[in-house]
C-alpha cells in the first residue's frame, strides 16, 4: 500500500500570449512575457518533488477556462482547474452547471485585484452565481489586495456554505513591512471555517532581494490563524519568476515551514488542497 502523502502545487498558470485575451500582459512583464505550458513545468515539480497541480486562470475570458481545461484533459498531473465566470452576468449560473460537468473545473476565480470597484465583489448580481458554485460543489478563489479584506469578510458572512480561499495570503505589502491592519483581517477572516489560504504569491510582493526572514512573521502568521489543516502551498508560476523562480520559492518554503511536524506539512503541501478543491481520490500524476 503507497502510504506517500500526495504532493499538489496549488496555484500555477499556463498561457499562450497569441491567444490575446491576457489583457495585462505586455513586454513590461519581461521574463514571463512569452508562452507557458505543461512541458515548461514539468522539471520544476520534479525538482521539488511535487506529484500534481491546481491550474488556475490568469485571463478574463471564458475561452481561456476552456483552454485550461483542454490543456488538464491531456495532462495527468493537472489535477482540476480554477476558471473564470462573468459572474454577474445573466446565465452566470447556467454557465457555472455547464463548466461544473467537467470533473476536472474546480472552481471559479474573478480577477478582484484588477477590478476597480472594492465593493464589486458584493453587487447583489453575484449572490445567485455564488450559491451556484456552492450547489455543484464548487470553490471560489479571492483573489485580493488587503484593501479589499474588510469586503471580504462581509462576503464570507453572507455565503457560509461556499468554500473560499484567498490567494497569495491577500498580497501583503512585504516590501513596505505593512503588517498590522493585514494580520487583523486575516486572523477575522480565519474564524470562518469555510475560508481557507494559499501561502503562495509572497516573494512577488516582498522586496527585489527578499530573504527568508522578510517572509517569516507574514508566513507565521497565516501558520497562527488558519492552521496546516487550511493552508495550501502554492508556487504562483511563472509568475514567481519575477522574484527568484520556483525553486528559490520552494527552497524558502521549506525552511518556513520546518518546524512543523511531517503531518502537519503534509496537509499543507497537498492534503488540503486536495480536500478543498475536491481533487480525484487517485492522483493524476506527474510521471
Request: with cysteine; hydrophobic share 45%; charged share 20%.
Amino acid at each position: 500500500m503507497n502510504t506517500k502523502p500526495r504532493r499538489v502545487d496549488a496555484h500555477v498558470h499556463f498561457w499562450a500570449v497569441a491567444r490575446g485575451d491576457y489583457a495585462w500582459m505586455t513586454p513590461a512583464v519581461g521574463p514571463i512575457y512569452r508562452d507557458f505550458g505543461p512541458e515548461d513545468l514539468r522539471q520544476h515539480l520534479t525538482r521539488a518533488g511535487m506529484d500534481e497541480v491546481v491550474l488556475v486562470q490568469a485571463a478574463e475570458t471564458a475561452a481561456e477556462t476552456r483552454y485550461l481545461l483542454s490543456i488538464a484533459e491531456r495532462t495527468p498531473f493537472v489535477a482540476g482547474v480554477v476558471g473564470w465566470v462573468d459572474l454577474p452576468a445573466p446565465g452566470a449560473s447556467d454557465a457555472i452547471a455547464a463548466l461544473a460537468a467537467s470533473p476536472l473545473f474546480k472552481g471559479a476565480r474573478p480577477m478582484i485585484q484588477e477590478i476597480a470597484d472594492l465593493d464589486w465583489m458584493l453587487s447583489p448580481a453575484l449572490t445567485d452565481p455564488l450559491r451556484a458554485l456552492s450547489r455543484f460543489d464548487l470553490s471560489f478563489d479571492a483573489l485580493v489586495k488587503p484593501p479589499h479584506l474588510s469586503r471580504l469578510k462581509r462576503l464570507v458572512a453572507q455565503h457560509e456554505a461556499l468554500r473560499i480561499v484567498i490567494d497569495h495570503g491577500a498580497k501583503p505589502e512585504i516590501a513596505a513591512g505593512a503588517f498590522d491592519e493585514w494580520a487583523e483581517d486575516m486572523r477575522q477572516l480565519a474564524r470562518a471555517p469555510n475560508v481557507f489560504c494559499k501561502v503562495s504569491g509572497l516573494v512577488t510582493e516582498a522586496a527585489p532581494h527578499w530573504t527568508v526572514d522578510d517572509l517569516h512573521r507574514y508566513v507565521d502568521h497565516l501558520l497562527a490563524s488558519f492552521g496546516p489543516q487550511r493552508l495550501m502551498f502554492g508556487s504562483d508560476w511563472p509568475v514567481v519568476n519575477l522574484a527568484g523562480g520556483y525553486e528559490a520559492w520552494a527552497a524558502a518554503a521549506a525552511q518556513l515551514l520546518d518546524g512543523l511536524s511531517e503531518g502537519e506539512r503534509a496537509r499543507i503541501y497537498g492534503e488540503t488542497a486536495a480536500a478543498f478543491y475536491r481533487l480525484a481520490d487517485a492522483p493524476r500524476t506527474a510521471s
